[in-house]
Structure formats: structure tokens, C-alpha cells
């Protein structure tokens, strides 16, 4: 990334898998107008970083990932069921297992790496 021009560098952060990664204009006013594609910009991500003119409680769909070879990553303010449990999830993101090794289902804790899963 050294020396990346600013496109290149928001095209890596948008691949970010866990979407750990958010990015902004120094701009506010490009800030305003950025469209939902762009899901890792601070106004989908962490809009609490923006200046207030932006809507905080702006309603933001949850993004559901399948990873190649690994996790479901869901991410967003859901309720998530898990055979009767219950788990509140706000602004934030649970990865779940699909390879069926992981030792906290339904959890991942990165098992499908070590038996190389696919799929």
C-alpha cells in the first residue's frame, strides 16, 4: 500500500473480510453523498465518527458475508436464535461456523483453516 493511490486504497479497505477496516474522506461534504455500495465508509460502519450533520440512528441493513472457505460473517444490529438462545447483536459482527470443527459452535474459532476446509 505504500504510496497506493486513495482509490486503491478504499478498494482494499472496502475487501476487508471482517469489515474490521472503515474509511472516510478528510471532506465532509464527500462524505454526505457517499452511496451503500460503499458498505466500509464510516457512514455505514461507524457513523458516530462523522461530523452530526450525518443522521447517527440512520437505519443500516445487516450485511451477510459468506467467506470463501470459511465463517458466515453477519454484520449489523440483529437478534441472533441459536436453538432457543437468544443473542442481541448491535453495531457489531459474529462470524458462524460452517465447517462444523470449531470448539465454540455456533461459533468460528478459525478451525477451518487448520483442516482445510472448502466451500
Do not use: Y
Not at 22 to 39: A, F, G, R
Not at 70 to 83: A, E, K
Amino acid at each position: 500500500m505504500k504510496a497506493a493511490p486513495t482509490d486503491r486504497i478504499i478498494e482494499v479497505v472496502n475487501m476487508c473480510p471482517t469489515d474490521a477496516l472503515t474509511w472516510k474522506w478528510n471532506d465532509n461534504e464527500k462524505n454526505k453523498d457517499v452511496p451503500q455500495d460503499q458498505t466500509n465508509h464510516v457512514r455505514f460502519r461507524r457513523p458516530e465518527l462523522l461530523d452530526d450533520e450525518i443522521a447517527v440512528n440512520e437505519v443500516r441493513p445487516v450485511v451477510v458475508k459468506v467467506m470463501v472457505d470459511g465463517p458466515i460473517v453477519i454484520n449489523g444490529t440483529f437478534d441472533f436464535d441459536n436453538d432457543g438462545t437468544r443473542k442481541e447483536v448491535k453495531d457489531s459482527l459474529i462470524s458462524v461456523c460452517r465447517c462444523g470443527a470449531s470448539s465454540k459452535m455456533p461459533f468460528c474459532d478459525g478451525h477451518h483453516r487448520k483442516i482445510g476446509f472448502t466451500g
